[in-house]
């Protein structure tokens, strides 16, 4: 038996023969550069030959929250065509006169606006989308905003109608043209994924229309409602695409987001009111914000982190959802994935 001298490949694969997710990818690096990067188990546990690949494409579910949204909406912020501290209803027609008038984009973004906890779309708005869309809009408050802190997937969902409406442009289109393409970040896009790439992209939970695992078809059920493209989820991308994205959050390049806007994200914004947030980004699990290691996590599996103090960023990528929906395993397996990213 060859022990593996790699603690990341020995850790991700002690997940895999532990059941925790069929396989994983990785990748750690620092504003120039990827220091470390795997994977490891197979792609389909239903074609064991097949392995996970650093290529591999996945359904990053809440990841798009800051792959596209956090970052649109970031390019907005700086080109000035969006004050976050404003109310909504200064500025957004369809939010005027509406329980979300009083919120700001700010409050969306620190999950503080007191929306609904659940999306629930189909069941309250049916499935036409711009019903949908009506109804999230005219929904009544939880409690005013800036009250309490409450993650909701609405909030992206909405922050995406607004950028939208402020750019007449759809949400998919502003994330290509304004974050992905000027990153080169050439594997990212949203799904459904085209039949030509399907086969490279990791499958994630049973689906009893289809009688097979969804692979390429976003799982997040409201994002299929809405076509696959919305706030909430839809992205599918690759580790080493998530590593662009994230030397740029460390070190910016001319053309996308700013460093003036990840400074005003990785910072708490929520006061006293726990948990504490900044704007999307949370700090990571097992730290104290001043230890300044801020994370996104996804539903399918997935989850990024970034320090700016400490000039690292890290991405890791499973399907876990195709084994459980316990998040618990994955959990402690990010603990420790975590304290090697960010020694």
Known sequence: MVLCSDPFERLLGDGV???????????????????????????????????ML??????????????????????????????????????????????????????????????????????????????????????????????????TDRAALILGYLAEHLTRQPLAVLARERVWTPLGMTATRYGPLPAAVRERCAPTEYDEESGAPLQGTVHDFSARLLGGACGIAGVFTTA???????????????????????????????????????LFWHPAPGTDPVDDVWAHFGFTGTGLWVSPSRGRWAVLLTNRLYVTRDPGPLARVRDVFRTLAFP
């Open 54 to 151: 650093r290529e591999t494409l996945f359904d990053v579910a809440s990841l798009t929250k800051i792959l596209a949204v956090w970052s649109v909406i970031g390019t907005l912020v700086d080109a000035g065509k969006l004050d976050p501290a404003a109310p909504l209803g200064t500025y957004w027609p369809e939010a005027a006169g509406r329980p979300l008038a009083g919120a700001t984009a700010l409050d969306l973004l620190t999950h503080t606006a007191g929306l609904p906890l659940r999306a629930n779309l189909r069941h309250l708005y049916g499935s036409d989308p711009q019903d949908v869309r009506d109804g999230v809009l005219a929904e009544p408050l939880r409690h005013r905003p800036g009250e309490a802190v409450a993650y």
């Open 17 to 51: 023969r532990a059941g925790v997710y069929p396989g994983a990818v990785w990748a750690v690096g620092d504003a120039r550069t990827t220091l470390s990067d795997g994977a490891v188990g197979p792609l389909d546990p239903a074609r064991p030959d097949g392995p």
């Open 240 to 278: 080493g695409d998530i590593g662009r994205f994230l030397r740029h959050v460390l070190a910016p390049v001319p053309g996308t987001f700013s460093a003036e806007w990840t400074a005003a994200s990785l910072r708490v914004r929520t006061g006293a009111l726990r948990p504490p947030r900044g």
